[in-house]
């Protein structure tokens, strides 16, 4: 199962040459990644704050396919490509109005916050990330 | 006397208007303010994690002369306008090339980072203010 | 009649002191703006693009009640407090579940997209404001 | 020949976890790639103003090695890793007093500004990217 989620593009997201800039759409992906727990019953504050569990980037692979501009709607999808004992390969696709605008994975390790040392994921959120390992099929 | 600071603008500071989108100003006068303490030899982090001494906004006035656009240097000289017990008015006045870009008051509490109540501002502190308290002449 | 729209905050709107970095609200109260416009049926876009009418804000003025955080929703109540011939006052109420956040004006005004020059606020602009000139009664 | 530059790091670019939101590693590269031309004779605005030549992302890979706070100082290398007729690959090496804290590649588009179309890279920016085809030695 996919997890999607949708997201409006503002007029201070644009760059000189009136397109979204690019550094922004990771910062999309992490709200989609944000609202990926929230979607499924857990606050992201929820694992950060309550259960300790963090998920800082390790490593990012993003292809730009399209531009974006506002006005449009961000609509990404959210699956688990890969899961380690540690770390979790996130895979975002994103559209507008059906066209490819941007693909991404996103790999993040599961730390301790209180000591920022990686841990294994918990089974709380593994349970989670097996739910959606399915690509979207559309 | 007054403390000078220049910032580069970038183009991912402008927006589809193709002049700096008006909320970075704030944060440009945000990094003024942080020059102004280490230029003054306080690292901003010192007064944050060594001292636990935190400024937040509680009141900000901006009046916008003219556009500012990548590749333009931002001159800004800090100063302080009001001081009171608990908290301080920094003034900020933004140039380019000598032409008035934008100026500001913003009002800061002083707070105990622990407890974030509001705290007398701290002799070191109030020192450093009252040493700044002159307008540029220029 | 008052326009109400609400924005997510995301764990990137926070800073150091894990509280929303105040220059972002002006990023939040334009995004409203936005709103504004098009949850009254002229998507933003509209205004610059088709009619070629820009809305640079010339004076900002916000004062900050209490902190927004992560994972809170920020309701902003807008409306028109003033409104002159080439510019228009807003005003913006920001709460948190009811909680006092942060209120701001922002005076704009109205230019010509391909000349940057003032103009007058053409009537179907000037409709839009004047039906929403009251404040919030709650 | 490796293009150095050095970015300071601000309060307001850290997250909730205290540390530099990884979105903003972009950002801070694509200022090192705007410094890469003014350090060598062409302001990045001439490339996109005077030339008409404009050069977006088409695709990044960034690796994250250990975290940035505010008040650290980024320092990055920048070269050319790939050059093709119409698009060339940037690398990037960050780190902060010789630590290693970040490094991408960042593969660009050569456009021309009013039709948005690839273009061959024209002979004055190839020439440029040439003169720096050389990772860092040290």
């Not at 690019?22 to 999309?28: A, D, N, V, W, Y």
């Not at 490819?100 to 294994?120: H, L, N, S, Y």
Request: glycine share 6%; aromatic share 16%.
């Amino acid at each position: 199962m996919t997890f999607r989620t949708s997201l409006p593009i503002r007029f201070g997201h644009e760059d000189h040459a009136r397109i979204v800039y690019f550094p922004r759409f990771l910062h999309f992906f992490h709200c989609a990644f944000e609202d990926f727990f929230a979607g499924n019953g857990i606050p992201y504050r929820e694992s950060l704050e309550t259960d300790q569990v963090g998920w800082p980037a390790v490593h990012v692979d993003v292809d730009f396919q399209s531009p974006l501009r506002f006005g449009d709607t961000f609509d990404v999808d959210v699956w688990v490509a890969e899961m380690g004992t540690k770390s979790a390969k996130f895979a975002y696709r994103g559209r507008c109005e059906g066209r490819a605008v941007a693909t991404a994975e996103i790999t993040v390790a599961c730390i301790a916050m209180d000591t920022f040392q990686a841990q294994p994921i918990p089974p709380k959120y593994r349970a989670l990330f097996e739910a959606h390992r399915e690509p979207p099929t559309d």
